[in-house]
């Protein structure tokens, strides 16, 4: 039986009056990798920023490695060594060179040694061919080369679970596959736990080993990869599908 990683129950989340999340359900085993997929404003990314704790949620219960977790920031701060997260924005420090970037987690939060930090950062940045870019600072940097780095500074603190955020959605398509073949070695590769939002359809058809299809905050759909790119359980995923250049 598969270890259980993520475990979410009953979770509502609302702005206000606004109800944005509804009854949300579902778990990730060990090594699995699951893609969020919906239109735009379907509640995905809220969803994924409620399994760090970016946003709060009203009603519900998340289980991280077999702990219920206390939705306060003292719990999430323990938590989010082990819960790697990217954004589209990329979330760079301006002012810090890309080394310091990626060394802060492990020195201030971690207190690891810097000297063992720093060779192990080096060795991350060489598998993303930016070995040549630790004195540069952001500025300096492609969008791609950022998304890299972003990556790159959330695996220096040796997660056990990542999450991906449409991290792909503010590059040039150019930019795009690179990117997305590093999320794809650390998936069958490094067998790293995962959730991904993202819009690239070919790429979740890929990687993923479980879909859930998201509309108005509600999972409408929980399925295999193969079952939900060949045969949608719903009228709603089809058009969706139907909808997307792929």
Known sequence: MADKILQVEHLEKYYQKRHVLHDINFSVDKGEVVTLLGPSGSGKSTLIRCLNGLEAYQQGTIMFE??????????????????GMVFQSYDLFPNL??????????????????????????????RVGLEDYQDAYPRQLSGGQKQRIAIVRALALHPDFMLFDEVT?????????????????????DHMTMIVVTHEMNFAQ?????????????????????????????????????????
């Open 206 to 246: 890929e990687i993923a080993d479980r879909v859930l299809f998201l509309e108005n905050g509600r999972i409408l759909e929980q399925t295999p990869s193969k079952t939900f790119f060949n045969k949608p359980q719903t009228d709603r995923a089809q058009q969706f599908l139907d909808s997307m250049d792929f």
């Open 66 to 83: 077999g702990e219920k977790v206390q939705p306060n920031e003292k719990t999430w701060q323990q938590i989010r060594q082990k819960i």
């Open 97 to 126: 060179t890309v080394m310091d970037n990626i060394l802060l987690g492990p020195t201030k939060v971690q207190k690891k040694d810097r000297n063992s930090a720093s060779q192990e950062a080096v060795k991350l940045l060489q």
């Open 169 to 189: 959605a503010s590059l040039d398509p150019e930019m795009v596959r690179g990117v997305l073949n590093i999320i794809g070695d650390l998936a069958n590769k």
